[in-house]
């Protein structure tokens, strides 16, 4: 009962305080880890949300959880390949950042100029998701939401953007 939440309460502060004061590697450590974990496990949440609203046939519901989950593997990426960025980013300034870097990666040769330019064309499209997302999904009180069609091709765009992403990282 109230006893054992106090005691568990204290032993989780000296710790706390242990950590803190007198190994702040570990303690900084152990909190970039907790964070890493609950980064993790909310976009693991957004993907099987809208993996299971995808089997349903609901694309027009699972879209703002693609969304979430493209934002937050954007950024995940973004940290895997040291390329800074802002907390309050917004998608389309977290690809732009991404393709600039993965720019560098691609093979010189004859097609390089045109996969490049694929690759910043991608930016429109994360853009027109990020506006039908804000003004046609139910992420927002919206009047006209986007139909379960629309959904489908731009989910089925970001899978192949993410798809391309991850082959050439």
Same mark, same amino acid.
């Given at each position: 009962?109230?006893v054992?939440?106090?005691?568990?309460?204290?032993?989780?502060?000296? =710790?706390?305080?242990?950590?803190?004061?007198?190994?702040?590697?570990?303690? !900084?450590?152990?909190?970039?880890l907790?964070?890493?974990?609950?980064?993790? =496990?909310?976009?693991?949440?957004?993907?099987?949300?809208?993996?299971? =609203?995808?089997?349903?046939?609901?694309?027009? !519901?699972?879209?703002?959880?693609?969304?979430?989950?493209?934002?937050?593997?954007?950024?995940?990426?973004?940290?895997?390949?040291?390329?800074?960025?802002?907390?309050?980013? &917004?998608?389309?300034?977290?690809?732009?950042?991404?393709h600039?870097d993965?720019c560098?990666?691609?093979?010189?040769?004859?097609?390089?100029?045109?996969?490049?330019? &694929?690759?910043?064309?991608? !930016?429109?499209?994360?853009?027109?998701?990020?506006?039908?997302?804000?003004?046609?999904? =139910?992420?927002?009180?919206n009047?006209?939401?986007?139909?379960?069609?629309?959904?489908?091709?731009?989910?089925?765009?970001?899978?192949?953007?993410?798809?391309?992403?991850?082959?050439?990282?």
């Open positions: 009962g109230r054992n939440y106090l005691y568990i309460r204290s032993v989780i502060h000296q =710790l706390y305080y242990f950590f803190h004061d007198y190994c702040p590697f570990i303690f !900084s450590f152990a909190l970039a907790l964070c890493f974990y609950a980064f993790v =496990l909310f976009i693991s949440k957004a993907i099987n949300d809208a993996e299971l =609203l995808m089997q349903q046939g609901k694309y027009d !519901s699972a879209f703002d959880r693609i969304h979430t989950a493209f934002h937050g593997y954007l950024r995940k990426v973004l940290d895997n390949r040291n390329v800074s960025y802002e907390e309050s980013d &917004t998608l389309n300034q977290l690809y732009n950042k991404l600039s993965i560098n990666k691609i093979t010189p040769g004859p097609m390089a100029d045109l996969i490049k330019t &694929t690759i910043r064309s991608g !930016s429109g499209i994360i853009s027109s998701m990020n506006d039908m997302r804000n003004r046609h999904s =139910l992420s927002h009180p009047s006209e939401l986007i139909s379960n069609r629309e959904a489908k091709f731009v989910i089925q765009l970001v899978k192949a953007i993410s798809s391309y992403i991850n082959e050439v990282i």
